[in-house]
């Protein structure tokens, strides 16, 4: 079935420190993904995108790795601070012809002070 | 805020009866989407629309569901005869009709308790 996956449920990192949450996903023929951060009580909130022709695309501390050979994909985030804390998404599209987004289940980030 | 609004926020029902949730996306967003979130779960898509047609709906959309976007503006979401499964935060979501970006602008959800 369709489905987009997350390596690890919860990542606890020391404030300061670089975070690393992974995706794994099943659709190879996916045109893009999208990296959400939702806080508690809201809905999710946009972060970073990637087309499916690139590999990298960097933000604001926050960097996507695309890695279509083996369907992965990754979140960098550099220099995580407590306002970082968050369930982190990622999200694929599958194809133009489809409106939705696939999500996977979810990495808990938890920042130490 | 994104400037998607959902309301109500939070709805508590008996099992059985009707519920009704209404969505007003960004004014210039041509395209409107309904999620369904439960408790560690990502958002599952259920439908979309493009102006005030219903262009997609997901297995999950039951014949109890049901979505309408009149005039293309604000949607609404109905669950019919309620069941204690539908107990869930439901999410709605716009954009434009892409041409560069996929990026989906999400409300802050109705939480559904059916009891």
């Known amino acids: 079935g369709e489905s987009v996956g997350l390596h690890l449920p919860t990542l606890s990192v020391q404030e300061g420190d670089n975070s690393i949450i992974n995706c794994a996903y099943s659709n190879s023929a996916s045109d893009y993904f999208i990296w959400y951060k939702q806080e508690s009580g809201k809905g999710p909130q946009f972060i970073i995108d990637?087309?499916?022709?690139?590999d990298k695309r960097q933000g604001q501390r926050v960097t996507v790795l695309l890695n279509k050979t083996v369907k992965h994909l990754s979140l960098q985030i550099a220099a995580t601070q407590p306002g970082d804390s968050a369930v982190y998404f990622c999200?694929?599209?599958?194809?133009?012809?489809?409106?939705?987004?696939?999500f996977g289940q979810g990495t808990t980030l938890q920042v130490k002070p | 805020d994104t400037g998607v609004s959902q309301n109500p926020r939070h709805k508590i029902t008996k099992r059985g009866q009707n519920v009704t949730f209404r969505c007003d996306p960004i004014s210039e967003h041509n395209r409107l989407y309904w999620y369904r979130q439960t408790l560690g779960q990502g958002p599952e898509f259920l439908t979309y629309?493009?102006?005030?047609?219903?262009?997609?709906k997901s297995r999950l959309l039951s014949d109890r569901f049901s979505a309408e976007r009149p005039k293309g503006s604000f949607s609404t979401l109905e669950i019919q005869r309620t069941e204690q499964g539908d107990s869930a935060m439901y999410l709605c979501?716009?954009?434009?009709?892409?041409?560069?970006?996929?990026?989906?602008?999400f409300g802050p959800g109705t939480r559904l308790t059916v009891t």
């Open positions: 629309f493009q102006n005030e047609a219903q262009l997609e």
């Open positions: 990637i087309r499916s022709n690139m």
């Open positions: 979501a716009s954009s434009l009709k892409p041409w560069s970006s996929y990026e989906q602008y």
């Open positions: 999200a694929e599209h599958g194809s133009s012809n489809t409106g939705k987004l696939i």
